[in-house]
């Protein structure tokens, strides 16, 4: 089974609208992370928000929050009064502590989002 | 800007050459991860790298190997290129490797494509 799954390949939006991404993951690990990453079209990944699976609120950062429903296993990301820069691709992605010591990120396939004016 | 720097950013290499691609990570971050993104992909781990050793590796065969120094810069060395190596090669360096997990900074990327 995929470990993340983003259902949407791309999504328009309005110009100072709120848009939600969609997110869904897979893992037994009762500790694990999840993280989301905006990728312009210069190729940088740039972090966005992280929701730790024991945090009791839903996290946010500025116009960017998340929308966490653990027993569904899903992590949405919201972003507020869009703006014309927040085109680009969106990454959802998870880290489980894991029991090896490598905890690295897997990723979904991504939604590309575009605002449009 | 994230503070993890990546060399070169683009790169062309012939098929069954070499490539060497470093990256510089975050100012106290002691672990490096690699990651390969080929054209409308996610990111896919290659491994990742604490403490100067191997920690960790994704489904990429042996002639993926990494190198990280004391300073924790890395390196990612691809013997035996092929077409399909074409892609962009990312780095990602984080605080911790225990406990809960902490979110990881990524740098720039390198394009390498392989012709």
């Known amino acids: 089974a995929q470990k993340i799954t983003q259902t949407q390949p791309g999504m328009f939006v309005q110009e100072k609208e709120a848009v939600t991404l969609d997110c869904t993951y897979d893992t037994s690990d009762p500790s694990y992370g999840l993280f989301w990453y905006k990728q312009p079209s210069s190729g940088e990944m740039i972090f966005l928000i992280y929701?730790?699976?024991?945090?009791?609120q839903n996290a946010t950062e500025g116009r960017y929050s998340l929308n966490f429903q653990k027993a569904r296993k899903s992590a949405n990301l919201v972003i507020s009064a869009s703006q014309l820069g927040d085109s680009a691709m969106y990454f959802c992605a998870m880290r489980e502590a894991g029991q090896t010591g490598a905890n690295n990120l897997f990723f979904g396939t991504g939604t590309r989002l575009t605002v449009i004016p | 800007e994230t503070g993890v720097t990546q060399s070169p950013t683009h790169l062309i290499k012939t098929r069954g050459q070499q490539v060497t691609l470093r990256c510089s990570s975050q100012?106290?971050?002691?672990?490096v991860s690699w990651y390969q993104q080929a054209l409308g992909q996610g990111p896919q781990f290659i491994f990742q790298?604490?403490?100067?050793?191997?920690?960790g590796r994704g489904n990429f065969p042996p002639r993926f190997s990494g190198l990280q120094f004391p300073n924790y810069s890395s390196e990612l060395n691809v013997n035996a290129l092929e077409l399909d190596d074409s892609a962009l090669y990312l780095c990602?360096?984080?605080?911790?490797?225990?406990?809960?997990?902490?979110?990881?900074?990524f740098g720039q990327g390198t394009r390498l494509t392989v012709v």
């Open positions: 990602a360096s984080t605080s911790d490797i225990r406990g809960r997990p902490t979110e990881a900074f």
């Open positions: 790298y604490y403490r100067e050793e191997e920690n």
């Open positions: 100012s106290g971050h002691n672990t």
């Open positions: 929701q730790g699976s024991y945090d009791q």
